[in-house]
């Protein structure tokens, strides 16, 4: 069964940032390998220790017994997973609290966690014989770009001057057996990624890139400016000006068969084009900073362009579907039953970690 997945891990500044989506690429799915299993236990060790203990704790055993029977209902109530998957989980849930319940078993640490272990492994099976995610790859985003404050989010100025490059676009082949990946976006020149998305039969990908090819030093060493070192050498008001005008630099919208690989892009122009969304008509529902504008706190040495709503019609035509004051963010459609995009914004950032609490709508 094909489907769309797009979950935004991270649009917070940090090394790397996911969003997850399916396409419809059939694959025989294997059991995972040894070494892939001890990955993921290792993990799960990781993820234990955040809270000061093992895989080898009742408490860890008893958290993972609530989370997995609740689950496990969610899963049931979806019917989206083969009988078979729920009822091996039901049984190891089953199993674990049995288990936890009985003194003479769990004393034994060891055997704490083979039935945390198993417990874990029951709730993967289940997980990935979804009917929306098995069968299918996974693309994601690798993003290696950071902010310095939450402002600065998607606006090239500031990635492009403090070097940031890198990142990409891949396919994982094989999700939840193996880590095995084919990068997508080789081609690309020097530049950074962004909010990708899909079409609805998952054949086409939607993504922002930046070329910095022609605006950035290519030297490694190349120091990283943020708008305080801009200012402080004196010539900051004056790149800004320039920035304002070029076209170089900026992000634009793409779209990528992702049968062919072929790529083409969608937007030009002295603008960041950003999240595209696309709508059952065929158009795409986009964040620009083509309103013009700035936010309440802009400085000429530190540019924070205001970002509304957009749409880029089949043939090509831009309308402006938003005047807002400050920024739009957060779009999505869900054909059929939201035939118009929805965006939310903050009365003040709504950008990245900023406040959402402003508006929330139709268009």
């Known amino acids: 069964m094909n489907a769309t997945i797009f ?26 390998t040894a070494g892939f299993r001890a990955k993921i236990e290792a993990d799960w060790e990781r993820q234990e220790a955040t809270r000061d203990r093992s895989v080898e704790d009742c408490d860890a055993l008893r958290d993972l017994i609530a989370r997995s029977g609740a689950l496990l209902e969610r899963l049931a109530n979806d019917k989206l997973v083969e009988n078979s998957k729920l009822d091996a989980f039901r049984a190891a849930v089953a199993n674990a609290e ?27 099976d289940a997980i990935f014989a979804n009917e929306l995610l098995k069968d299918s790859p996974i693309v994601f985003e690798k993003a290696n770009r950071f902010g310095f404050q939450i402002l600065q989010e998607y606006l090239s100025f500031y990635e492009r001057y403090s070097n940031q490059h890198g990142g990409g676009l891949f396919r994982l082949e094989k999700p939840g057996f193996s880590f095995k990946t084919t990068e997508l976006s080789a081609d690309f020149p020097r530049g950074l990624f962004a909010t990708p998305s899909l079409s609805y039969d998952a054949k086409t990908l939607y993504f922002a ?3 910095f090819s022609k605006v ?7 120091p990283i400016l943020n708008a305080y070192h801009l200012r402080a050498e004196g010539d900051a008001t ?16 793409y779209r990528m068969n992702l049968e062919t690989g072929e790529s083409t892009k969608l937007t030009d122009g002295p603008y ?64 059929p039953r939201l035939p118009r995009p929805a965006g939310a914004g903050g009365d003040y950032a709504g950008r990245g970690l900023g406040l959402l609490h402003g508006r929330l709508g139709q268009v």
Request: aromatic residues 10%; contains cysteine.
């Open 216 to 222: 950035q030093d290519p030297d490694p060493d190349a």
């Open 209 to 211: 890139f930046a070329d």
């Open 98 to 124: 049995e288990f936890i319940e009985n003194d003479s078993k769990r004393d034994d640490p060891n055997a704490r966690a083979e039935v945390y272990r198993a417990l874990r492994w029951a709730a993967r």
């Open 7 to 32: 979950t935004k891990l991270s649009r917070a500044a940090g090394a790397v940032a996911l969003a997850l989506l399916l396409c419809p690429l059939a694959f025989a799915q294997n059991e995972p």
């Open 272 to 335: 960041d084009d950003f999240d595209p969304t696309l709508l059952p008509d065929g158009s795409l529902a986009f964040v620009s900073t083509r309103r013009g504008g700035f936010a309440r706190c802009n400085q000429s040495w530190e540019p924070i362009m205001v970002a509304t709503l957009h749409k880029l019609t089949p043939d090509g035509q831009i309308r402006r579907l938003s005047w807002h004051e400050t920024n739009d963010d957060i779009l999505f459609a869900d054909a």
């Open 238 to 253: 004056e790149r800004v000006r320039q920035f304002l005008t070029e076209s170089e630099g900026k992000y634009c919208l």
